[in-house]
């Protein structure tokens, strides 16, 4: 019953969503009201019918209800309560919908949050939005319909791929899916504009919320994967430069230019086609990653399955969709009106620059995660482009971001002064440069690592020497310092906080980079081991019992010299229902960073082979991430850029009858 | 500075940013790919010992050798030449004798594979990509698409 419902309301929304797609765009061009008065009422009931389908194949998978191909492939009844929620995206039909509920979930929010936007730009982005969703919804239809009958019903399923049971399914998925499609918003934006020829600050002004709404989501999504990989894939790696993770980080470095140049188009009206172009490349990027995860090109933890008929529809897509919006900018882009002037030293010419940057290591992802693609269909050869590649293209291009990114904040809009900035940053240099030094000379690290520790403390040290000048500190009374501080913008506080967390995230990186030690020893109960001045006891095995498997727990415990500061029980974990096996690693924060055990097979009587890492910083690379979207959400609040509400009323237009 | 002027500039710096990253781009591609092989490939035009290379096939049943230490030995076969892989490490969970697998290193000058990362993942039915590939031209493995989990 479920499902027919299910099936049903999916194939109502393709109707509504084709209708949203096309009459009021006709509207928009007749000048027609009451065509344009469909969109938000046809974008609200297209989003209402998904949810319901939605809620249809997650009702399937509560009931484990096995008629149901999809909920049989990936479900058993005796999966925990929120791997039976959360495994209704973790399979490719399912993950599909729950992408194309997010689109329609966007276009409900344009049309409930539109009202005040110019009537003829909401009813072409709705239209556009509704483009997007009756394409995605074909897709679902045709080729991944998630509510395909078996008969005879199974009497048990075939179980979620254990690596997907973990909470990080119930989170990763849907925060990188709202920060994907989310973009979606800035393209039909960006589209509409193209079609009306049209484009000022008030555009920038409703795109820019926006795409900061997906970015905090992305960056989010991206953190969350990447912490996940480290304690799921039992070898704490953290990012592994594969397809699929570069297929969420380009939007990420495109949606993070965008943000930025929104900005220069706001405040200064410049950057038009620029900040257009960039709103269609983002997007791009986003559905090229669902391409490369969803038609099974990549071998990948991401892909679960794959149909040749799946890739060429998504293909067809992508091609129509990113095809169509780049003829669309080529031939219109001309049209649209020039902005402001500025010097190269200023805060747009920083803005500039972080965008040029950006670009271009967006584009070194991108060569180097397509050209294996390319290369096997031109020739043949098979290739793998991996982290080397990555570290040799997209670290040097960072680099000068990074240095150059303090200044950006304190040079004003229209003309710089570069000389007065550096005397403010001088400081923070001076800092940067000590650490850096005193690192490589004491701990005897990398060069490498102790330069990007000495860079992150100069972004956070320069985010620092900002607040001490924007307050005036010692310059003024302290009340007076005080009370600049208590004054500052949200959307300042939150540019310093991205920026400082960025940082954050750097020195994790950096220190993680150079200063990981790794020691793999077979071990018998009662052996010691010594790692990062720590040592490490192995007491012995025993089995445990969980819900739907069966573990072999290592017992394992931390001493500092004589005292016992920590116990860490890392596990080899059986699946009952599929025998399938995962390593369940066990990690032990401590402030100077993380010791991570997971356990091998084993060998010969008695003992284990144990893989023992010691992660110096680590959690900071995650931290930081929050710390940036925390400064998303800071911005966000800002009374100004508060979603769905610029300028009141000025150009209202009651609503048609 | 006139606008055209300041374009320029822009334009010039956006060049040399593109161009530095595109050098950056060349470059690294003469040092870091790695090329995919079947062991019929290494029997066949062997890379100089110490190319980094990936080496795919499946896990010959009967041929993994753990020893007391941590270092595993297996073969790696296309069933019509084989390949012996020296591997320090704990091997993914999904490793199986019989399995496909990709490994990752480079020859020693004994002909020996040491990899230095192996691959073989995510579910029974799955097999690397390339090695699916590799076998159906050689007609040794009749699976169907190879990485479909909802064909059986």
């Not at chain 1, 000590?434 to 490589?440: D, G, H, I, K």
């Not at chain 1, 010691?614 to 925390?630: N, S």
Request: glycine share 10%; hydrophobic share 50%.
């Amino acid at each position: 019953m479920y499902a027919e419902l299910g099936h049903f309301a999916l194939t109502l929304a393709l109707a509504v969503a084709l209708v949203q797609a096309t009459l009021p765009h006709w509207g928009a061009s007749r000048g027609d009201r009451s065509l344009m008065a469909l969109a938000p009422s046809s974008a609200l009931l297209g989003f209402a019918l998904v949810a319901l389908s939605f809620v249809c194949l997650v009702a399937g998978y509560l009931g484990s209800d096995f008629s149901i191909t999809n909920v049989w492939e990936n479900s058993h009844s005796a999966k925990p309560l929120i791997y039976k929620i959360s495994g209704t995206w973790g399979n490719h039909e399912g993950s599909m919908l729950l992408w194309v509920l997010i689109l329609a979930l966007c276009a409900a929010l344009v049309a409930l949050f539109g009202g005040n936007l110019p009537e003829r730009l909401h009813a072409r982005v709705l239209a556009i939005q509704g483009a997007l969703s009756a394409l995605f919804l074909a897709f679902i239809l045709f080729t991944s319909n998630p509510f395909l009958r078996l008969f005879p019903p199974p009497a048990e399923g075939r179980d979620l791929n254990p690596v997907l049971q973990d909470p990080g399914l119930a989170i990763h998925p849907p925060l990188l899916y709202v920060g994907y499609v989310g973009f979606s918003i800035a393209f039909a934006f960006a589209v509409a504009a193209l079609i009306e020829g049209r484009i000022d600050a008030a555009w920038a002004r409703w795109v820019r919320p926006w795409s900061l709404l997906s970015w905090i989501f992305l960056t989010l999504g991206i953190a969350m994967g990447s912490y996940w990989a480290y304690y799921e894939l039992g070898w704490g790696g953290w990012w592994f430069w594969d397809p699929v993770e570069n297929a969420s980080f380009m939007p990420w470095l495109a949606g993070t230019a965008l943000v930025h140049s929104a900005i220069v188009m706001e405040k200064r009206d410049a950057l038009k086609i620029w900040t257009v172009l960039l709103a269609i490349l983002t997007f791009a990027f986003s559905l090229l990653g669902t391409f490369l995860v969803r038609s099974g090109v990549l071998t990948s933890v991401h892909a679960f399955a794959t149909d040749p008929a799946r890739g060429i529809f998504i293909l067809a897509i992508l091609a129509a969709v990113v095809g169509g919006s780049f003829l669309l900018f080529a031939l219109r882009a001309g049209n649209l009106r020039q902005g402001g002037l500025f010097a190269p030293i200023s805060r747009e010419g920083s803005l500039v620059f972080n965008n040029l940057i950006l670009a271009a290591a967006g584009g070194a992802v991108f060569v180097g995660t397509l050209y294996p693609l390319a290369l096997e269909a031109l020739t043949g050869a098979k290739i793998s482009v991996g982290a080397p590649f990555f570290d040799m293209t997209f670290i040097p291009l960072m680099i000068p971001l990074v240095i150059v990114l303090p200044f950006g904040p304190m040079l004003p809009w229209k003309r710089g002064d570069l000389l007065g900035a550096a005397q403010r940053l001088s400081a923070a240099a001076a800092l940067a440069l000590v650490a850096a030094l005193a690192l490589y000379a004491l701990e005897g690290g990398s060069l490498g690592g102790a330069a990007g520790i000495g860079l992150g403390i100069w972004l956070i040290a320069g985010t620092i020497s900002e607040v001490v000048w924007r307050s005036k500190l010692g310059k003024v009374p302290l009340s007076e310092t005080g009370r600049r501080l208590v004054n500052l913008q949200r959307s300042t506080v939150g540019m310093l906080l991205a920026h400082a967390g960025l940082g954050v995230t750097l020195i994790g990186i950096a220190a993680v980079s150079s200063g990981a030690l790794e020691k793999i020893v077979a071990m018998k109960p009662g052996e010691t081991l010594q790692i990062a001045g720590r040592t490490l006891t192995f007491e012995g095995m025993a089995p445990r019992q969980g819900p739907n498997y069966r573990d072999l727990v290592g017992h394992f415990v931390v001493r500092e010299g004589n005292r016992v500061v920590a116990e860490i029980d890392p596990a080899k974990r059986i699946f009952v229902a599929s025998g399938r096996q995962t390593t369940e690693a066990g990690i032990k924060s401590f402030i100077d960073g993380d010791l991570y055990v997971s356990l091998g097979d084993g060998a010969g009587t008695n003992a284990i082979v144990v893989r023992t890492y010691y992660k110096p910083l680590i959690p900071l690379i995650w931290l930081g991430a929050v710390v940036m979207a925390l400064g998303g959400v800071f911005s966000l609040s800002d009374r100004r850029f508060r979603v769905g509400a610029p300028r009141r009323a000025a150009t209202r237009l009651a609503p048609a009858e | 500075m006139t606008r055209k002027q300041r374009r320029l500039s822009i334009i010039a710096a956006a060049g040399a940013v593109l161009a530095v990253a595109a050098g950056l781009v060349l470059y690294a591609f003469q040092d870091t790919i790695v090329f995919f092989n079947t062991p019929t490939d290494l029997a066949e035009k062997p890379s100089p010992p110490g190319t980094r290379l990936r080496l795919g096939g499946l896990v010959k049943e009967g041929s993994v050798v753990r020893d007391q230490g941590h270092e595993v030995r297996f073969i790696i076969t296309d069933t019509e030449h084989e390949a012996p892989v020296v591997y320090a490490g704990i091997l993914p969970d999904l490793f199986r004798e019989g399995q496909g697998v990709v490994a990752e290193g480079a020859l020693r000058e004994d002909g020996t594979f040491v990899a230095d990362t192996v691959l073989a993942k995510h579910d029974e039915n799955y097999m690397p990509r390339e090695v699916a590939d590799a076998l159906k031209e050689k007609g040794v493995w009749q699976g169907g698409t190879p990485t479909d989990r909802n064909a059986n």
